[in-house]
């Protein structure tokens, strides 16, 4: 199994940026397509954005694209989300999952998550 962590959440002013950062180990970080996701207080957790194993095709939830980016550094075996003119209704737990299959959509199934780490944007 692939272990996943999470990092780089904090407090942001709306408007901001913020970058988070999954780091994998335990396999073949190449082979994994990796996807965001994220949850808050009291909310279903919803897709985010995800990205196959070289980096060449991405999906986004179509109300983020354009405000959120993913990519992802093979050498480093991590995964990035840059978000920027965040605003207060991006305040959520974002978590990194991983899969084998090659992404198709919002819909796909993951096999591994991680822990999440914590965004708050203050308006």
């Known amino acids: 199994q692939v272990q996943l962590v999470e990092s780089g959440g904090g407090l942001v002013q709306a408007g901001g940026s913020l970058r988070l950062s999954c780091a994998a180990s335990?396999?073949?970080?190449?082979?994994?397509?990796m996807g965001w996701f994220r949850q808050a207080p009291g909310k279903e957790r919803e897709f985010v954005t995800s990205?196959?194993?070289?980096?060449?095709?991405?999906y986004y939830a179509s109300s983020l694209q354009g405000r959120f980016t993913i990519s992802r550094d093979n050498a480093k075996n991590t995964v990035f989300l840059q978000m920027n003119s965040l605003k207060p209704e991006d305040t959520a737990v974002y978590y990194c999952?991983?899969?084998?299959?090659?992404?198709?959509?919002?819909?796909?199934?993951?096999?591994?998550w991680g822990q999440g780490t914590q965004v708050t944007v203050s308006s």
């Open positions: 999952a991983a899969r084998l299959r090659p992404p198709t959509g919002w819909n796909d199934e993951y096999d591994s």
């Open positions: 335990g396999g073949t970080f190449s082979s994994y397509t």
């Open positions: 990205i196959n194993g070289s980096g060449g095709r991405r």
